[in-house]
C-alpha cells in the first residue's frame, strides 16, 4: 500500500507543477478585437506598452482622442451645412464656435485585463464601453442640456427689441452650442436613439442664422459731440460695422442711435493740458439704452494750442473708444 501511496502523491506534485508553469490561455481579442467587441455594440480601442498599467491608460486614452475627434469634425461639418446658405465670414465664424468647449469625460469605460506578449515585450489592453449602457447613463445629461438651451431660447423669443433680442439668442447659442456638443457624443454612442433630437439639433444649429437676422434690423445712427476731424466718429462707425450693426447714414433710417459727448477737460492755456473723456451709448428710439460705456484718459496731452493737443490726443481716444465699445458688444453679443 505505501509504494502505491508515494506514487499518488508524486505525480498530484507533478500535475501541480505543470499547471504552475503553463502559460495563461492567449485571449481571444489578441488577435481579433473588433471581432470580440465588434463596432455594432462597443466602441473599443487596442493599445500596446511596455508596463501593463501604462498599456490601460494608453487604451483608454485612444478612445478619448477618438470621442474628441470624431465630435469636433462632425461639428463643425454640421455647421459648415447648415450656414452653407450665409456669407462666408459669418460660416467661418460658426465654424471656429462649435470647437470641443473642454476635454472629454468618458463614462462607462470599462478595460481587459492586460496581457504580456514576452516576444514582444510589450503589454497588450483593449478598452471598450458598451455602447447600451454607455447610453442609459449618458441620456440625461443631453436632456439636462436640451432643457438649458430651450429655457435660454424661450427668453430671446419672448425679446422684441432687436438688439436686446441678438444678446439673449447670443446666450442661447452659448447652451445651444453645449447641446451640440452633447448630441455628437450621443451620436457615437447611439446614432439611431440620437436621432430622435433632430428637431432640437437643427433649432440650435439655426441660432447663427438668427442672430444674423436680428442684426440686420440693428441699424445704427451715430453722434458724436465735440468731436475732432472725425477721429472718433470714424473710429466708432468701424467697431460698429466690425460688430455686425449697420450703420445708418440718416437718423430717420436708423433703429438706434449711437452718441457720444467729448469733454476736454482742459486745464491752462499756452501751453495747454487736457484729459479727454466721453459718454458713449447705443438708445433705441423709445429711448432704452442697450449699451453705454464711459472712456476717459489718465495721462494728459499737452501743447500750446487747444487744435494741436486734440490732434495728438484724439486718435488715442478714439483707440480706447474702440476697445471699450467693443468689449461691452462682447459681453452683449458673446
Known amino acids: 500500500m505505501k509504494p502505491k501511496i508515494s506514487l499518488s502523491i508524486s505525480l498530484l506534485l507533478l500535475s501541480s507543477l505543470s499547471l504552475l508553469s503553463a502559460k495563461p490561455k492567449e485571449p481571444a481579442w489578441l488577435s481579433d478585437y473588433r471581432a470580440v467587441y465588434p463596432d455594432a455594440a462597443y466602441i473599443a480601442q487596442k493599445a500596446t506598452a511596455d508596463k501593463a498599467e501604462r498599456a490601460r491608460t494608453e487604451a483608454v486614452a485612444q478612445i478619448a482622442r477618438y470621442f474628441k475627434t470624431s465630435v469636433s469634425a462632425n461639428l463643425k461639418t454640421s455647421m459648415k451645412s447648415v450656414s452653407s446658405g450665409e456669407s462666408v465670414s459669418e460660416e467661418t465664424t460658426v465654424e471656429n464656435d462649435v470647437?470641443?468647449?473642454?476635454?472629454?469625460?468618458?463614462?462607462?469605460?470599462?478595460?481587459?485585463?492586460?496581457?504580456?506578449?514576452?516576444?514582444?515585450?510589450?503589454?497588450?489592453?483593449?478598452?471598450?464601453?458598451?455602447?447600451?449602457?454607455?447610453?442609459?447613463?449618458?441620456?440625461?445629461?443631453?436632456?439636462?442640456?436640451?432643457?438649458?438651451?430651450?429655457?435660454?431660447?424661450?427668453?430671446a423669443d419672448e425679446e422684441s427689441d432687436p438688439f436686446e433680442k441678438c444678446a439673449l439668442l447670443s446666450k442661447a447659442w452659448e447652451s445651444g452650442k453645449v447641446l451640440l456638443e452633447k448630441l455628437e457624443y450621443a451620436r457615437i454612442l447611439d446614432a439611431k436613439k440620437e436621432?430622435?433630437?433632430?428637431?432640437?439639433?437643427?433649432?440650435?444649429?439655426?441660432?447663427?442664422?438668427?442672430?444674423?437676422?436680428?442684426?440686420?434690423?440693428?441699424?445704427?445712427?451715430?453722434?458724436?459731440?465735440?468731436d475732432y476731424g472725425s477721429n472718433v466718429s470714424s473710429a466708432l462707425a468701424k467697431t460698429l460695422s466690425r460688430n455686425g450693426l449697420k450703420i445708418a447714414k440718416n437718423e430717420s433710417e436708423a433703429a438706434y442711435i449711437a452718441s457720444a459727448a467729448i469733454e476736454d477737460n482742459a486745464v491752462g492755456s499756452e501751453p495747454v493740458s487736457i484729459y479727454p473723456s466721453m459718454e458713449?451709448?447705443?438708445?433705441?428710439?423709445?429711448?432704452?439704452?442697450?449699451?453705454?460705456?464711459?472712456?476717459?484718459?489718465?495721462?494728459?496731452?499737452?501743447?500750446?494750442?487747444?487744435?494741436?493737443?486734440?490732434?495728438?490726443?484724439?486718435?488715442?481716444?478714439?483707440d480706447e473708444l474702440d476697445k471699450a465699445v467693443s468689449e461691452e458688444l462682447n459681453k452683449k453679443f458673446k
Open 195 to 226: 436621432s430622435a433630437y433632430e428637431v432640437d439639433r437643427k433649432t440650435a444649429s439655426g441660432i447663427p442664422g438668427e442672430i444674423a437676422k436680428e442684426k440686420e434690423k440693428c441699424t445704427v445712427y451715430i453722434s458724436v459731440l465735440g
Open 280 to 318: 458713449f451709448k447705443i438708445e433705441s428710439k423709445a429711448g432704452k439704452t442697450v449699451c453705454s460705456s464711459e472712456v476717459k484718459m489718465e495721462s494728459k496731452t499737452v501743447s500750446y494750442t487747444l487744435d494741436n493737443a486734440r490732434k495728438k490726443a484724439y486718435p488715442i481716444l478714439a
Open 99 to 155: 470647437s470641443l468647449s473642454s476635454d472629454v469625460s468618458l463614462f462607462a469605460v470599462e478595460t481587459t485585463e492586460p496581457y504580456y506578449i514576452k516576444k514582444e515585450k510589450k503589454w497588450h489592453c483593449v478598452a471598450f464601453i458598451e455602447r447600451a449602457k454607455a447610453w442609459e447613463q449618458y441620456q440625461p445629461t443631453v436632456e439636462g442640456a436640451k432643457t438649458e438651451f430651450y429655457s435660454m431660447k424661450k427668453n
